[in-house]
């Protein structure tokens, strides 16, 4: 795999047939996958969503 350097994945999970294994692949690790249980209660946790995003400092990106 080639990975973005410090970039932050975050995996939703939306409905009650999450594969929580997909999304921990897909966001690396357990405290940046957010799983709802379905579409009305998603923006009850875009705050959520938005601090696990934005939380942390950036130095660098790398493409390779």
Known sequence: ???IKDVRVIAVGIGSG???PTLLSIAREKDQVVTVGGFSE???EMNTIKSKACSGKFASVATN
């Open 1 to 3: 795999h080639a990975f």
């Open 18 to 20: 999450i594969d929580q």
């Open 42 to 44: 998603l923006a009850d």
